[in-house]
C-alpha cells in the first residue's frame, strides 16, 4: 500500500468514525429527551456515505432522505451544526426549524434530506438537468432506501435520466427493510440493481458494508457521470443496527441473531482489519483517531447543549423571499 492508499483509507476511516461516534452521542441524547420529535440514525450504513461522498466535488451536490445525518457529515457538514439541528438549536445548519429530517447546507453541497420517501429521486435528477444545461461538470447524487424503489419516483427518475444522458448517480442504501416492511416481502424483483437494465443504464451492486467497494464503484460512476457518459444506478447492500427509528420496537419484525450477525460485518470494523493486517504499528494511530474523533463530537455536543432556541419571534421568517412582489388581490 503506498501512501497515497494509506491516507485515503485512513481518511474512509475518519469519516466513518465520525459519522458512528455523532450518532451514538444523538442516541442518547435522545434517551435523555434533548431531541424534539424522531431522531433516526445511520448506525451501520457509514460506508456508503462516506464511499460515495469522498469522490464528490464540494460544488457536487446530494439529496437525502429522513436518515440522513451520515450523508450530511459525509459531505461536510461540520458535527455541531448537525447536532445543533437536531437538537432544535438556531445554530443548526436549518436555524433549528428542520431538525433531524430536515437538514439543509447548500454551502457543502447538502440540497436537503426529507421525511417523504423518495423525493431526493427526482430533485437530484432535476439538479443534473440544471448541470446539463448550464454546460457544467458537477454531478447530482440521490440517496434513498429500498422503501422508495417501489414508489413511481424511482421509476420516473431513472426513465428521465437515461432519456436525457443526466450526470446523476442514484444510490440505493437496501438495509432491507422498509420501516419494518422487509423487501424480499414487497418486491417482486428483489434486485434494485437488475431494475436499471429496464431503463437503459448502469445498475451496479456492491457490498454497502466495505467502503473501499462503495469508493471504487461510486468513483467510476461519478466519473462517468461527470464525463458526458449518463447516470448510474448502484445499489448498496447494507443494515441499519438500531431501530428504525430511536424509541422504536425493534424486535417484533427481526431477531436479535440477525442484527448481531450484520454487526459483525460493521463497516468500520471491517476497514479497521484491513489497515491493521497491513501494518500492525496502526493500531496506535487508529486509537489515536478515536481519541480525535470523540473530542470533536465532545465539543460538538457541548456546542449543540448550550445554543439557543430559536426566537419565537422570527417564527415567520424564511416563509417567504425577502425580494417577492406583493400581489394586489383587489
Same mark, same amino acid.
Given at each position: 500500500?503506498?501512501?497515497?492508499?494509506?491516507?485515503?483509507?485512513?481518511?474512509?476511516?475518519?469519516?466513518?468514525?465520525? =459519522?458512528?461516534?455523532?450518532?451514538?452521542?444523538?442516541?442518547?441524547?435522545?434517551?435523555?429527551?434533548?431531541?424534539?420529535?424522531?431522531?433516526?440514525?445511520?448506525?451501520?450504513?457509514? &460506508?456508503?456515505?462516506?464511499?460515495?461522498?469522498?469522490?464528490?466535488?464540494?460544488?457536487?451536490?446530494?439529496?437525502?432522505?429522513?436518515?440522513?445525518? @451520515?450523508?450530511?457529515?459525509?459531505?461536510?457538514?461540520?458535527?455541531?451544526?448537525?447536532?445543533?439541528?437536531?437538537?432544535?438549536?438556531?445554530?443548526?445548519?436549518?436555524? @433549528?426549524? @428542520?431538525?433531524?429530517?430536515?437538514?439543509?447546507?447548500?454551502?457543502?453541497?447538502?440540497?436537503?434530506?426529507?421525511?417523504?420517501?423518495?423525493?431526493? =429521486?427526482?430533485?437530484?435528477?432535476?439538479?443534473?438537468?440544471?448541470f446539463k444545461v448550464l454546460k457544467t461538470d458537477q454531478v447530482s447524487v440521490a440517496f434513498f432506501g429500498d422503501g422508495a424503489v417501489n414508489n413511481g419516483a424511482f421509476h420516473e427518475g431513472l426513465n428521465m435520466a437515461t432519456i436525457w444522458n443526466l450526470p446523476v448517480l442514484f444510490v440505493c442504501e437496501n438495509n432491507q427493510f422498509a420501516t419494518e416492511v422487509p423487501f424480499h416481502y414487497s418486491s417482486g424483483n428483489p434486485s434494485v440493481a437488475a431494475r436499471g437494465a429496464a431503463y437503459g443504464l448502469p445498475g451496479v451492486e456492491v457490498d454497502g458494508n466495505d467502503v473501499l467497494a462503495v469508493y471504487e464503484v461510486a468513483g467510476e460512476a461519478i466519473q462517468r457521470a461527470r464525463s @458526458?457518459?449518463?447516470?448510474?444506478?448502484?445499489?448498496?447492500?447494507?443494515?441499519?443496527?438500531?431501530?428504525?427509528?430511536?424509541?422504536?420496537?425493534?424486535?417484533?419484525?427481526?431477531?436479535?441473531?440477525?442484527?448481531?450477525?450484520?454487526?459483525?460485518?460493521?463497516? =468500520?470494523?471491517?476497514?479497521?482489519?484491513?489497515?491493521?493486517?497491513?501494518?500492525?504499528?496502526?493500531?496506535?494511530?487508529?486509537?489515536?483517531?478515536?481519541?480525535?474523533?470523540?473530542?470533536?463530537?465532545?465539543?460538538?455536543?457541548?456546542?449543540?447543549?448550550?445554543?439557543?432556541?430559536?426566537?419565537?419571534?422570527?417564527?415567520?421568517?424564511?416563509?417567504?423571499? &425577502?425580494?417577492?412582489?406583493?400581489?394586489?388581490?383587489?
Amino acid at each position: 500500500m503506498n501512501n497515497l492508499e494509506l491516507e485515503k483509507k485512513l481518511d474512509l476511516y475518519r469519516g466513518m468514525r465520525t =459519522i458512528r461516534e455523532c450518532e451514538e452521542r444523538l442516541v442518547r441524547s435522545h434517551q435523555r429527551g434533548l431531541i424534539p420529535g424522531p431522531c433516526h440514525t445511520y448506525i451501520g450504513q457509514e &460506508a456508503v456515505a462516506v464511499g460515495v461522498c469522498a469522490c464528490l466535488r464540494n460544488d457536487d451536490v446530494i439529496f437525502s432522505t429522513h436518515r440522513g445525518h @451520515g450523508h450530511a457529515i459525509a459531505k461536510g457538514l461540520h458535527p455541531r451544526e448537525l447536532m445543533a439541528e437536531v437538537f432544535g438549536r438556531a445554530t443548526g445548519c436549518s436555524g @433549528g426549524r @428542520g431538525g433531524s429530517m430536515h437538514l439543509f447546507a447548500p454551502e457543502v453541497g447538502l440540497m436537503g434530506t426529507s421525511g417523504i420517501v423518495g423525493p431526493s =429521486i427526482l430533485q437530484a435528477t432535476g439538479a443534473g438537468y440544471s448541470f446539463k444545461v448550464l454546460k457544467t461538470d458537477q454531478v447530482s447524487v440521490a440517496f434513498f432506501g429500498d422503501g422508495a424503489v417501489n414508489n413511481g419516483a424511482f421509476h420516473e427518475g431513472l426513465n428521465m435520466a437515461t432519456i436525457w444522458n443526466l450526470p446523476v448517480l442514484f444510490v440505493c442504501e437496501n438495509n432491507q427493510f422498509a420501516t419494518e416492511v422487509p423487501f424480499h416481502y414487497s418486491s417482486g424483483n428483489p434486485s434494485v440493481a437488475a431494475r436499471g437494465a429496464a431503463y437503459g443504464l448502469p445498475g451496479v451492486e456492491v457490498d454497502g458494508n466495505d467502503v473501499l467497494a462503495v469508493y471504487e464503484v461510486a468513483g467510476e460512476a461519478i466519473q462517468r457521470a461527470r464525463s @458526458g457518459e449518463g447516470p448510474t444506478l448502484i445499489e448498496c447492500k447494507t443494515y441499519r443496527t438500531r431501530p428504525h427509528a430511536e424509541g422504536m420496537d425493534d424486535y417484533s419484525y427481526r431477531t436479535r441473531e440477525e442484527v448481531d450477525e450484520w454487526k459483525s460485518r460493521d463497516p =468500520i470494523l471491517r476497514l479497521r482489519e484491513i489497515l491493521v493486517a497491513d501494518n500492525e504499528s496502526m493500531k496506535e494511530n487508529l486509537g489515536a483517531m478515536d481519541t480525535e474523533v470523540k473530542a470533536l463530537i465532545d465539543e460538538a455536543e457541548k456546542f449543540a447543549e448550550e445554543s439557543p432556541y430559536p426566537d419565537p419571534l422570527t417564527a415567520e421568517d424564511h416563509v417567504f423571499s &425577502a425580494n417577492s412582489r406583493k400581489i394586489d388581490h383587489a
